[in-house]
């Protein structure tokens, strides 16, 4: 079983930036990929950002440019640094991740951090 805690959320006018955290516990034995998505009302939830293990990530087209992800293995943390924010972003975001736990492979989510940009 695996815990996510996100930290970092709240509000901030457009151009500005915010810091996520995503903190992960429990018996984890081993951690292949985490990440953040993010959801508004009436949308889907889509992907921001991920990084696997080795270190390779992917952004959201929207994310390009203006967000990074990073990773601390050793403390099973995933950042999400996010500037030049925009109305657009607003969002509940979820830390996401995909791990070996209780002797299986799993997906879990975070609680949910809320972001509010405005203009």
């Known amino acids: 079983q695996v815990q996510l805690v996100e930290s970092g959320g709240g509000l901030v006018q457009a151009g500005g930036s915010l810091r996520l955290s995503c903190a992960a516990s429990g018996s984890i034995f081993s951690m292949s990929r985490m990440g953040w998505y993010r959801q508004s009302p009436g949308k889907q939830r889509d992907l921001v950002a991920i990084?696997?293990?080795?270190?390779?990530?992917n952004y959201a087209d929207s994310a390009k440019g203006r967000f990074t992800i990073s990773r601390d293995s050793a403390k099973n943390t995933v950042n999400l640094q996010m500037n030049s924010l925009r109305p657009e972003d607003t969002a509940v975001h979820y830390c996401?991740?995909?791990?070996?736990?209780?002797?299986?492979?799993?997906?879990?989510w975070g609680q949910g951090t809320q972001v509010t940009v405005s203009s």
């Open positions: 990084i696997t293990s080795d270190g390779n990530t």
């Open positions: 996401y991740a995909f791990a070996f736990s209780d002797r299986r492979w799993s997906e879990y």
